[in-house]
T-cell receptor, first 110, second 114 residues
Framework: GQQVMQIPQYQHVQEGEDFTTYCNSSTTLSNIQWYKQRPGGHPVFLIQLVKSGEVKKQKRLTFQFGEAKKNSSLHITATQTTDVGTYFCAPDFGNEKLTFGTGTRLTIIP | DAGITQSPRHKVTETGTPVTLRCHQTENHRYMYWYRQDPGHGLRLIHYSYGVKDTDKGEVSDGYSVSRSKTEDFLLTLESATSSQTSVYFC?????????????FGSGTQLSVL
Protein backbone atom coordinates (compact mmCIF):
# COMPACT_ATOMS: atom_id res chain seq x y z
CA GLY A 1 0.00 0.00 0.00
CA GLN A 2 0.91 3.64 -0.06
CA GLN A 3 2.83 4.34 3.09
CA VAL A 4 5.24 6.89 4.38
CA MET A 5 7.87 6.61 7.07
CA GLN A 6 8.78 9.64 9.14
CA ILE A 7 11.90 9.72 11.30
CA PRO A 8 12.89 10.26 13.99
CA GLN A 9 9.85 9.76 16.20
CA TYR A 10 11.28 12.00 18.92
CA GLN A 11 14.01 14.61 19.00
CA HIS A 12 15.29 16.47 22.03
CA VAL A 13 17.60 19.37 21.27
CA GLN A 14 19.28 22.13 23.18
CA GLU A 15 17.90 25.54 22.35
CA GLY A 16 19.94 26.94 19.50
CA GLU A 17 20.76 23.57 17.96
CA ASP A 18 19.45 22.50 14.58
CA PHE A 19 16.67 19.96 13.98
CA THR A 20 15.73 17.83 11.00
CA THR A 21 12.87 15.45 10.33
CA TYR A 22 12.64 13.18 7.31
CA CYS A 23 9.74 11.70 5.42
CA ASN A 24 10.25 8.77 3.06
CA SER A 25 7.75 7.18 0.69
CA SER A 26 7.99 3.93 -1.23
CA THR A 27 6.11 5.46 -4.17
CA THR A 28 6.30 8.70 -6.10
CA LEU A 29 4.25 11.52 -4.67
CA SER A 30 2.12 14.16 -6.36
CA ASN A 31 3.19 16.62 -3.71
CA ILE A 32 3.85 16.75 0.01
CA GLN A 33 2.58 19.02 2.73
CA TRP A 34 4.02 19.72 6.16
CA TYR A 35 2.04 20.50 9.30
CA LYS A 36 2.93 21.54 12.83
CA GLN A 37 0.94 20.65 15.91
CA ARG A 38 1.65 22.47 19.15
CA PRO A 39 1.10 20.52 22.39
CA GLY A 40 -2.65 20.33 23.04
CA GLY A 41 -3.44 21.91 19.70
CA HIS A 42 -4.47 20.89 16.23
CA PRO A 43 -2.29 20.47 13.14
CA VAL A 44 -1.62 23.67 11.23
CA PHE A 45 -0.44 23.82 7.63
CA LEU A 46 3.13 24.99 7.10
CA ILE A 47 3.94 24.50 3.45
CA GLN A 48 3.42 22.45 0.30
CA LEU A 49 6.12 21.15 -2.03
CA VAL A 50 5.15 20.19 -5.56
CA LYS A 51 8.17 20.20 -7.87
CA SER A 52 11.00 17.70 -8.01
CA GLY A 53 14.02 19.02 -6.07
CA GLU A 54 12.06 21.95 -4.71
CA VAL A 55 13.47 23.89 -1.75
CA LYS A 56 11.43 26.43 0.17
CA LYS A 57 12.35 28.54 3.17
CA GLN A 58 10.28 30.14 5.89
CA LYS A 59 12.60 32.11 8.13
CA ARG A 60 14.56 29.42 10.03
CA LEU A 61 12.66 26.53 8.41
CA THR A 62 13.91 24.90 5.20
CA PHE A 63 11.78 22.37 3.35
CA GLN A 64 13.11 20.08 0.64
CA PHE A 65 11.47 17.72 -1.82
CA GLY A 66 13.64 14.99 -3.30
CA GLU A 67 14.50 14.74 -6.97
CA ALA A 68 12.52 11.51 -7.27
CA LYS A 69 9.57 13.00 -5.34
CA LYS A 70 9.73 10.16 -2.84
CA ASN A 71 11.25 11.89 0.15
CA SER A 72 11.19 15.21 1.90
CA SER A 73 12.78 16.93 4.86
CA LEU A 74 12.16 19.80 7.21
CA HIS A 75 15.18 21.49 8.77
CA ILE A 76 15.02 24.09 11.51
CA THR A 77 18.11 26.20 12.11
CA ALA A 78 18.89 27.43 15.62
CA THR A 79 15.79 26.11 17.35
CA GLN A 80 13.78 28.27 19.70
CA THR A 81 11.26 27.33 22.39
CA THR A 82 8.47 28.37 20.04
CA ASP A 83 9.46 25.49 17.74
CA VAL A 84 8.23 22.92 20.26
CA GLY A 85 5.60 20.60 18.84
CA THR A 86 5.06 17.67 16.53
CA TYR A 87 5.86 18.00 12.86
CA PHE A 88 3.95 15.88 10.37
CA CYS A 89 4.55 15.28 6.73
CA ALA A 90 1.45 14.61 4.65
CA PRO A 91 2.22 13.04 1.30
CA ASP A 92 -0.33 13.31 -1.46
CA PHE A 93 -0.50 10.19 -3.59
CA GLY A 94 -2.99 11.84 -5.92
CA ASN A 95 -6.11 10.11 -4.61
CA GLU A 96 -8.22 12.86 -2.99
CA LYS A 97 -7.04 12.16 0.54
CA LEU A 98 -4.01 12.95 2.62
CA THR A 99 -2.23 10.38 4.71
CA PHE A 100 0.08 11.55 7.42
CA GLY A 101 3.41 10.41 8.68
CA THR A 102 3.66 9.35 12.31
CA GLY A 103 5.20 12.69 13.18
CA THR A 104 8.37 13.87 14.88
CA ARG A 105 7.94 15.33 18.33
CA LEU A 106 10.42 18.10 19.01
CA THR A 107 11.23 19.14 22.53
CA ILE A 108 13.61 21.97 23.36
CA ILE A 109 15.91 22.04 26.35
CA PRO A 110 16.29 25.71 27.36
CA ASP B 1 -8.43 30.07 11.42
CA ALA B 2 -10.94 28.48 9.07
CA GLY B 3 -14.55 28.30 10.25
CA ILE B 4 -14.62 24.74 11.48
CA THR B 5 -16.23 23.59 14.71
CA GLN B 6 -16.19 20.19 16.35
CA SER B 7 -18.64 19.07 18.99
CA PRO B 8 -18.47 17.91 21.63
CA ARG B 9 -14.93 18.86 22.65
CA HIS B 10 -14.83 16.11 25.26
CA LYS B 11 -16.89 12.96 25.63
CA VAL B 12 -16.79 10.09 28.08
CA THR B 13 -18.92 7.09 27.27
CA GLU B 14 -19.28 3.43 28.08
CA THR B 15 -18.40 0.45 25.96
CA GLY B 16 -21.24 -0.60 23.70
CA THR B 17 -22.98 2.77 23.50
CA PRO B 18 -23.39 4.70 20.24
CA VAL B 19 -21.55 7.98 19.89
CA THR B 20 -21.84 10.71 17.26
CA LEU B 21 -19.29 13.43 16.72
CA ARG B 22 -20.15 16.48 14.68
CA CYS B 23 -18.05 18.64 12.41
CA HIS B 24 -19.49 21.90 11.15
CA GLN B 25 -17.85 24.25 8.62
CA THR B 26 -18.74 27.69 7.38
CA GLU B 27 -16.23 27.73 4.50
CA ASN B 28 -18.33 25.89 1.92
CA HIS B 29 -15.40 23.53 1.27
CA ARG B 30 -16.12 20.43 -0.74
CA TYR B 31 -13.92 17.97 1.14
CA MET B 32 -14.28 16.94 4.77
CA TYR B 33 -12.26 14.37 6.68
CA TRP B 34 -12.24 12.55 9.98
CA TYR B 35 -8.89 11.56 11.47
CA ARG B 36 -8.01 9.94 14.74
CA GLN B 37 -4.77 10.64 16.57
CA ASP B 38 -3.09 8.14 18.86
CA PRO B 39 0.42 8.13 20.34
CA GLY B 40 2.86 6.49 17.98
CA HIS B 41 0.42 6.42 15.08
CA GLY B 42 0.17 10.03 14.04
CA LEU B 43 -3.02 10.99 12.24
CA ARG B 44 -4.96 8.18 10.62
CA LEU B 45 -7.80 8.78 8.20
CA ILE B 46 -11.12 7.21 9.17
CA HIS B 47 -13.51 8.42 6.47
CA TYR B 48 -13.75 11.35 4.14
CA SER B 49 -16.37 13.08 2.03
CA TYR B 50 -15.98 14.70 -1.37
CA GLY B 51 -19.50 16.11 -1.52
CA VAL B 52 -22.98 15.85 -0.09
CA LYS B 53 -23.83 12.17 0.35
CA ASP B 54 -20.47 11.22 -1.21
CA THR B 55 -18.20 9.48 1.26
CA ASP B 56 -15.39 6.95 1.19
CA LYS B 57 -13.36 4.90 3.63
CA GLY B 58 -9.96 5.74 4.96
CA GLU B 59 -7.33 3.45 6.43
CA VAL B 60 -9.05 2.76 9.78
CA SER B 61 -12.77 2.79 8.96
CA ASP B 62 -13.88 -0.39 10.76
CA GLY B 63 -16.36 0.41 13.54
CA TYR B 64 -17.13 3.87 12.17
CA SER B 65 -19.76 5.28 9.86
CA VAL B 66 -20.23 8.78 8.49
CA SER B 67 -22.94 10.90 6.96
CA ARG B 68 -22.98 14.16 5.08
CA SER B 69 -26.46 15.42 4.33
CA LYS B 70 -25.38 19.05 4.00
CA THR B 71 -22.21 20.69 2.74
CA GLU B 72 -21.48 22.18 6.15
CA ASP B 73 -21.95 19.10 8.36
CA PHE B 74 -20.02 15.84 8.54
CA LEU B 75 -21.00 13.37 11.23
CA LEU B 76 -18.89 10.52 12.56
CA THR B 77 -20.74 7.71 14.34
CA LEU B 78 -19.36 4.93 16.46
CA GLU B 79 -22.19 2.41 16.33
CA SER B 80 -21.02 0.55 19.44
CA ALA B 81 -18.06 2.19 21.08
CA THR B 82 -15.09 0.09 22.19
CA SER B 83 -12.13 0.97 24.39
CA SER B 84 -9.84 0.84 21.34
CA GLN B 85 -11.74 3.84 19.99
CA THR B 86 -10.54 6.02 22.84
CA SER B 87 -8.67 8.70 20.95
CA VAL B 88 -8.54 12.31 19.85
CA TYR B 89 -10.67 12.85 16.77
CA PHE B 90 -9.94 15.66 14.34
CA CYS B 91 -12.13 16.90 11.57
CA UNK B 92 -10.49 18.63 8.63
CA UNK B 93 -11.74 20.47 5.58
CA UNK B 94 -10.20 21.42 2.27
CA UNK B 95 -10.91 22.55 -1.21
CA UNK B 96 -9.88 20.15 -3.94
CA UNK B 97 -6.64 18.29 -3.12
CA UNK B 98 -6.23 17.63 -6.83
CA UNK B 99 -5.40 21.31 -7.19
CA UNK B 100 -3.13 21.34 -4.16
CA UNK B 101 -5.43 22.70 -1.52
CA UNK B 102 -4.36 22.43 2.12
CA UNK B 103 -6.22 21.02 5.11
CA UNK B 104 -7.72 23.10 7.89
CA PHE B 105 -8.28 21.24 11.15
CA GLY B 106 -10.84 21.62 13.88
CA SER B 107 -9.81 21.76 17.53
CA GLY B 108 -10.47 18.08 18.10
CA THR B 109 -12.70 15.90 20.25
CA GLN B 110 -11.22 13.90 23.10
CA LEU B 111 -13.24 10.67 23.35
CA SER B 112 -12.82 8.26 26.23
CA VAL B 113 -14.57 4.89 26.10
CA LEU B 114 -14.65 3.19 29.49
Amino acid sequence: GQQVMQIPQYQHVQEGEDFTTYCNSSTTLSNIQWYKQRPGGHPVFLIQLVKSGEVKKQKRLTFQFGEAKKNSSLHITATQTTDVGTYFCAPDFGNEKLTFGTGTRLTIIP
Amino acid sequence: DAGITQSPRHKVTETGTPVTLRCHQTENHRYMYWYRQDPGHGLRLIHYSYGVKDTDKGEVSDGYSVSRSKTEDFLLTLESATSSQTSVYFCAISGDLRVNEKLFFGSGTQLSVL
